[in-house]
């Protein structure tokens, strides 16, 4: 996973470098499929925002939280990502399963004519 750290209008200190490389080692293990993660971090009138973009094969996910210290944003904004990321792999899963299921079906249901058009003969 390639993963980037960028600071707007602060400066990048030891600490919270350390902070967003645990982050990145978290998500790495938990979501094995990311490509690339962006970590930006900004102070715009007294407040810290952090701004999440992961990309993932077929989408790219972004979160953005807002507070009065750059360590809680960076947290909230890291659990907005893994839920939308959770949420995405979840949705691929049912998505699968219901075609497998579907093709289940649509096999079972021609065995079914060809057992009722066999017993007719």
Do not use: C, W
């Not at 030891?14 to 971090?41: V, W």
């Not at 973009?53 to 009065?68: D, Q, T």
């Amino acid at each position: 996973m390639d993963f980037q750290i960028t600071s707007r209008n602060l400066e990048l200190t030891d600490g919270l470098k350390s902070h967003a490389s645990q982050i990145e080692s978290r998500l790495g293990q938990e979501f094995e499929n990311i490509i690339s993660a962006h970590l930006i971090m900004s102070v715009e009138k007294h407040l810290h925002v952090a701004r999440f973009e992961v990309h993932v094969p077929g989408g790219e996910f972004l979160a953005s939280e807002k507070s009065n210290d750059m360590y809680s944003s960076i947290d909230r904004a890291t659990k907005k990502i893994a839920s939308q990321l959770r949420k995405e792999i979840k949705r691929r899963h049912d998505s699968k399963r219901r075609t497998s299921l579907a093709k289940d079906s649509s096999i079972s249901e021609e065995d079914e004519g060809e057992v009722e058009g066999s017993e007719l003969s």
